[in-house]
T-cell receptor
Framework: NAGVTQTPKFQVLKTGQSMTLQCAQDMNHNSMYWYRQDPGMGLRLIYYSASEGTTDKGEVPNGYNVSRLNKREFSLRLESAAPSQTSVYFC??????????????FGDGTRLSIL | GQQVMQIPQYQHVQEGEDFTTYCNSSTTLSNIQWYKQRPGGHPVFLIQLVKSGEVKKQKRLTFQFGEAKKNSSLHITATQTTDVGTYFCAGPHNAGNMLTFGGGTRLMVKP
């Protein structure tokens, strides 16, 4: 089983460029999440989706948009990239629609640099 | 807002020594989860604690949930180089259906 698959693994952008990070899970999970991880900051939630067709803001949503395309796929879009968005981005999923009490399964991450 | 704090931020130990990381929440938690992230890797779920005072063991790892359900600890006995990584605790956010992660404790083991 692939679990949670993220593409691309690495990306370098120029300030102002746009980009979509892709995430797909094959575990038939209902909830999906996007986090960013910066040195010394732990994991911070950007957006999440508790079920197909719904999305909600997390702690740090500004500058991002998301789409829950179907049950498997949850994409993260940077419309106009800024250097402050340089980070490692992780997608995760969990089984139920109430994700705060269930284990989350993470993808390998996308390392994004914005110049 | 809710905060989940972990201490220490870093810990160097000699192989064979014990290690403990502590997690404290500003609010009562319905459950707490622990994750491990190897260098260059992604977080991997280790365990979930639900009951007040609960203690769970996984080989050399012992996890505890405080009586007041506001703190937790992870203790590793006789560390090995394979234990290297960052350990995160995470608890439900009081504003909704999401987890709040602590800042993590990075464990380094000298062989």
């Amino acid at each position: 089983n692939a679990g949670v698959t993220q593409t691309p693994k690495f990306q370098v952008l120029k300030t102002g460029q746009s980009m979509t990070l892709q995430c797909a899970q094959d575990m038939n999970h209902n909830s999906m999440y996007w986090y960013r991880q910066d040195p010394g900051m732990g994991l911070r939630l950007i957006y999440y989706s508790a079920s197909e067709g719904t999305t909600d803001k997390g702690e740090v949503p500004n500058g991002y948009n998301v789409s829950r395309l179907n049950k498997r796929e949850f994409s993260l879009r940077l419309e106009s990239a800024a250097p402050s968005q340089t980070s490692v981005y992780f997608c995760a999923s969990s089984e139920g629609t109430w994700g705060s009490n269930q284990p989350q399964h993470f993808g390998d991450g996308t390392r994004l640099s914005i110049l | 807002g809710q905060q989940v704090m972990q201490i220490p931020q870093y810990q160097h130990v000699q192989e064979g020594e014990d290690f403990t990381t502590y997690c404290n929440s500003s609010t009562t938690l319905s459950n707490i989860q622990w994750y491990k992230q190897r260098p260059g890797g992604h977080p991997v779920f280790l365990i979930q604690l639900v009951k007040s005072g609960e203690v769970k063991k996984q080989k050399r790892l012992t996890f505890q949930f405080g009586e007041a359900k506001k703190n937790s600890s992870l203790h590793i006995t006789a560390t090995q180089t394979t234990d290297v990584g960052t350990y995160f605790c995470a608890g439900p956010h009081n504003a909704g259906n999401m987890l709040t992660f602590g800042g993590g404790t990075r464990l380094m083991v000298k062989p």
